[in-house]
């Protein structure tokens, strides 16, 4: 495993819209425990392929629950609303106001490449959002609601 650089806003990869993924190669595979150790080291809840350079239809996701893995995700049903805050490692330091759905249903494929549905609310639910628009060339900045600002951290709070 090794760790991934992350692109950072303004970088044209990130404009892009992703390929998908017709099989799990060894380099398929490689890539994502890169993502997943990348997207640890930088304290983030998600990472999709584009972040490391990598115009593929893959993201990852942990929001304290054990790692997700997408691979060809899409939202097939959607519904609420909820605004918060969120970040991007793509953008360290800084947050924005955003409105996503408060509940989502994601079609994917696992790293045997099998299909497979799942529900989200909350926090996972704007994670699910937030990554497969990384797969379309959009970042939550286009969608803030209000001027980006710095991100407070829940540990930086308790010191």
């Known amino acids: 495993m090794a760790l991934r650089n992350i692109r950072q806003l303004g970088d044209e990869i990130l404009t892009k819209k992703c390929r998908d993924v017709k099989e799990v190669t060894p380099k398929i595979k490689e890539l994502i425990e890169d993502m997943l150790e990348t997207m640890y080291d930088g304290n983030g809840v998600g990472l ?5 350079g990598i115009l593929k239809r893959l993201t ?15 939202v097939i049903e959607s519904r609420g609303e909820q605004t918060g805050d969120e970040g991007c490692l793509s953008l360290p ?30 926090l996972l639910a704007r994670a699910f959002c937030h990554e497969i628009d990384h797969l379309d060339g959009h970042m939550y900045v286009e ?17």
Do not use: C, S
């Open 48 to 52: 999709a392929a584009p972040q490391v």
């Open 60 to 74: 990852v996701i942990d929001i304290g629950d054990g790692p997700i893995v997408l691979i060809n995700p899409r």
């Open 93 to 122: 330091g800084k947050a924005g106001v955003v409105t996503r759905p408060y509940y989502v249903k994601v079609e994917a494929w696992d790293e045997e490449m099998n299909r497979f549905e799942m529900e989200g609310e909350e």
């Open 143 to 159: 969608k803030i609601e209000g001027p980006l600002h710095d991100a407070v951290y829940e540990d930086e709070e308790e010191e």
